[in-house]
């Protein structure tokens, strides 16, 4: 069956460590993966994607690697900060003829000052 | 440009009655979709459209309804309300074609059905 995998314990970390945050897939084949943050009561925001054939993509202080041999993405934001702290969700997205997000169930970060 | 808007922000339904949710966009996207998302649990697709008059189910599609007028809106029907949709919803719009393919959502709308 076709399965994407966050961990669903909350993170916590003390402020200026680097959080890694993993997703796991099973028996997709998506064209891209991304990462979206997610505030309390508010919609999904967009941070970064990564490509089939790319290993690494980074913007300031996030960085994403994408292993498609290990179906796996991490998410690293280094430096962290407590306003880093939010809800943060990868995607898949596959291209069959139409565009379509599979979504994770998010992983719960705290960054303790 | 505001972006991708929906309305109602909060709603409470009695079992059986009906409603429409509304989301707009002003972005000249031609992908829409409509997710729901449960306490805990990820974003699952209800119907998702790739252009005004084309609609298509996704994962989450019984009990809802949905059309695509205009380019700009894609508003979702309940017909007959049940506790089990109750939920935050939110509206996304993209390009597709782009190769980048992001996703903006709107604020959502938390319905509570009783």
């Known amino acids: 069956s076709q399965k994407i995998e966050q961990n669903s314990e909350a993170l916590n970390i003390q402020e200026g460590k680097t959080a890694t945050l993993t997703c796991n897939y099973t028996n997709y084949s998506p064209a891209y993966l991304q990462w979206y943050r997610q505030d309390p009561g508010r919609g999904p925001v967009f941070l970064l994607l990564i490509r089939e054939n790319e290993k690494e993509k980074r913007k300031e202080r996030l960085k994403v690697t994408f292993d498609t041999t290990l179906k796996q993405s991490l998410f690293h934001i280094t430096a962290s900060q407590p306003a880093d702290s939010a809800t943060y969700l990868c995607?898949?997205?596959?291209?069959?003829?139409?565009?379509?997000?599979?979504f994770g169930t998010g992983t719960r970060l705290k960054v303790l000052a | 440009n505001a972006g991708v808007t929906q309305t109602p922000k909060f709603r409470i339904l009695k079992i059986g009655q009906s409603m429409t949710l509304q989301c707009t966009q002003d972005?000249?996207?031609?992908?829409m979709y409509w997710y729901r998302q449960d306490p805990g649990m990820g974003l699952k697709l209800i119907y998702y459209s790739v252009g005004a008059g084309i609609t298509d189910k996704g994962e989450v599609p019984n009990g809802y309804n949905v059309s695509r007028s205009t380019t700009e809106d894609f508003p979702l029907r309940l017909e007959l309300a049940a506790p089990s949709q109750t939920s935050v919803y939110f509206c996304?719009?993209?390009?597709?074609?782009?190769?980048?393919?992001?996703?903006?959502f709107g604020p959502g709308t938390r319905l509570l059905v009783l």
């Open positions: 972005m000249n996207h031609n992908y």
């Open positions: 995607a898949l997205v596959v291209t069959s003829g139409t565009y379509k997000y599979i």
């Open positions: 996304a719009s993209s390009r597709a074609g782009t190769g980048k393919e992001t996703q903006y």
